[in-house]
C-alpha cells in the first residue's frame, strides 16, 4: 500500500507546453449582475457609472448612506483598474483564475491518501516526496487528510 501511495506521488507531470494566459483579465469583460432585474455590467462601466443610472439598472431607490457606500467602492474599484482597463490588484486575477480551474481541480490526490490512510506519518512523507521548489499542495492536502483520519478515528474510539 505504502509503495502504490509513494509511485502515485512521484507519477506527476507538467505538461510540456503551457497554454498561453488570458491574463491581464479586462475590467470591460468581466461582467456582474445588477439587482434582480438580471442586467449586466461590466466592472469598468461600474466604476464610472452615476448612481441615478445605477438605480434605474437595480431597479432600486437608495438612500443617501447607500449612495455614499456606493461611491467609496466606486472610487476603490477605480484604484484597481488602470487606465487600459487591466486589473493592478493582483487579488482580482487571482479569484478569476481560481474560478476557471474549477472546484476539484486544486485537490492533491496523492497527499489527502497519504493523510487519510498513514495520518502523520503520510504528512511527513508527503514532506520528503515534495522538493523545496515543487508543489507545496501534496503537503497542505496530507495535513487535510491527516486531520480527517484523526477526526474519524477519534468518532470510532469515542
Given at each position: 500500500?505504502?509503495?502504490?501511495?509513494?509511485?502515485?506521488?512521484?507519477?506527476?507531470s507538467?505538461?510540456?507546453?503551457?497554454?498561453?494566459?488570458?491574463?491581464?483579465?479586462?475590467?470591460?469583460?468581466v461582467?456582474?449582475?445588477?439587482?434582480?432585474?438580471?442586467?449586466?455590467?461590466?466592472l469598468?462601466?461600474?466604476?464610472?457609472?452615476?448612481?441615478?443610472?445605477?438605480?434605474?439598472?437595480?431597479?432600486?431607490?437608495?438612500?443617501?448612506?447607500?449612495?455614499?457606500?456606493?461611491?467609496?467602492?466606486?472610487?476603490?474599484?477605480?484604484?484597481?483598474?488602470?487606465?487600459?482597463?487591466?486589473?493592478?490588484?493582483?487579488?482580482?486575477?487571482?479569484?478569476?483564475?481560481?474560478?476557471?480551474?474549477?472546484?476539484?481541480?486544486?485537490?492533491?490526490?496523492?497527499?489527502?491518501?497519504?493523510?487519510?490512510?498513514?495520518?502523520?506519518?503520510?504528512?511527513?512523507?508527503?514532506?520528503?516526496?515534495?522538493?523545496?521548489?515543487?508543489?507545496?499542495?501534496?503537503?497542505?492536502?496530507?495535513?487535510?487528510?491527516?486531520?480527517?483520519?484523526?477526526?474519524?478515528?477519534?468518532?470510532?474510539?469515542?
Amino acid at each position: 500500500m505504502l509503495v502504490a501511495l509513494c509511485i502515485t506521488g512521484y507519477s506527476y507531470s507538467k505538461p510540456t507546453s503551457v497554454p498561453e494566459s488570458r491574463f491581464p483579465i479586462n475590467s470591460r469583460e468581466v461582467y456582474i449582475p445588477i439587482g434582480q432585474t438580471g442586467h449586466l455590467i461590466s466592472l469598468m462601466d461600474l466604476s464610472q457609472i452615476s448612481v441615478k443610472d445605477f438605480e434605474k439598472l437595480s431597479g432600486k431607490k437608495m438612500k443617501f448612506a447607500d449612495k455614499v457606500k456606493f461611491k467609496v467602492g466606486q472610487r476603490e474599484l477605480r484604484k484597481k483598474i488602470n487606465d487600459d482597463g487591466t486589473f493592478n490588484s493582483k487579488k482580482f486575477e487571482n479569484y478569476f483564475a481560481a474560478s476557471e480551474k474549477g472546484l476539484l481541480t486544486g485537490i492533491s490526490w496523492a497527499g489527502l491518501a497519504l493523510g487519510l490512510f498513514l495520518s502523520l506519518i503520510g504528512v511527513l512523507i508527503a514532506y520528503l516526496i515534495t522538493s523545496k521548489e515543487g508543489n507545496r499542495s501534496m503537503i497542505k492536502w496530507a495535513w487535510i487528510g491527516a486531520i480527517i483520519s484523526l477526526i474519524v478515528w477519534g468518532a470510532i474510539l469515542i
